[in-house]
């Protein structure tokens, strides 16, 4: 499998609108980050997660055109708001997509976008919506999921399976649960959310972050949905072995 990382920034991206970059160097190019987003694939499946608004440039920059599929992990506007864009995807397979989310998340987006999931005023449904189960096979590629603690919310966390491979996917969560240490064990690559320093009532700081990559002992950690008090620099100087902050194009090849 190949995982790229489309987007690692957190929800107002970096920079911020006004071009506050806060401790980010302006001058590193893998400071400016767009929303949090990857692609998985392999020979021959693609998988989209997440879909935010800044999807369009992400997939122009990755120059993909079509996926098999895409998950949500939750309905939060970082990380869905670019469901329009979704349209032009539909017209690259001329079929709707396969598009899972866990159930409350796939009612939320089918009532906020239902045009998307059922058409509207003679145009065709783009997406087909499907609940997201604990286990489902995607083309060549297993995918487990579990609900994660997203402060008053959650958000589905992801492993990615092929062969003896696993990439592990756990953004906007808040805590760990013991089903979400289950999933994330034994991983070859795990890209996990690691906000700031500073405590955040949904996010995991960074210091939480790496106490769980030092439990779970993953092949490589690529930290993601950062803010713009991470610095990418600094963050290299400083990260233990084996763990490495994300920036938007990274790519990973696991066996």
């Known amino acids: 499998m190949r995982l790229t990382i489309l987007g690692c920034g957190t929800s107002s991206g970096v920079p911020r609108i006004g071009n506050d970059w806060g401790a980010c160097d302006p001058a ?38 079509t996926f098999d599929a895409i998950v949500w992990t939750h309905d939060h506007a970082d990380h869905t708001h670019g469901i329009d864009d979704l349209r032009q995807v539909f017209h690259n397979r001329r079929s709707p997509i396969p598009a899972y989310a866990r159930p409350a998340t796939m009612a939320s987006l089918s009532s906020r976008f239902g045009y998307a999931f059922d058409g509207k005023s003679g145009y065709p449904a783009t997406l087909a919506g499907q609940e997201l189960p604990d286990r489902i096979m995607i083309g060549d590629i297993v995918v487990d999921a579990v609900d994660q603690p997203h402060g008053r919310t959650q958000s589905a966390g992801l492993r990615f399976s092929q062969g003896a491979g696993a990439i592990g996917y756990a953004t906007d969560f808040s805590g760990m649960t013991d089903d979400m240490a289950t999933l994330y064990q034994s991983l070859d690559l795990w890209v996990v959310d690691a906000l700031r320093r500073a405590p955040h009532p949904s996010h995991p700081t960074l210091s939480q972050t790496l106490e769980w990559i030092a439990d779970f002992e993953p092949g490589e950690a690529v930290l993601t949905h950062m803010d713009q008090s991470m610095d990418y620099a600094e963050l290299v100087a400083t990260l233990p072995t084996g763990v490495v902050p994300g920036h938007d194009g990274l790519t990973r090849d696991v066996a």
Not at 44 to 49: A, N, S
């Open 28 to 65: 590193e190019p893998r400071n400016r980050r767009t929303r949090a987003a990857i692609l998985i694939e392999s020979a021959t499946t693609r998988i989209l997660v997440d879909s935010g608004p800044d999807m369009r440039e992400q997939l122009l920059r990755a120059d993909v055109g």
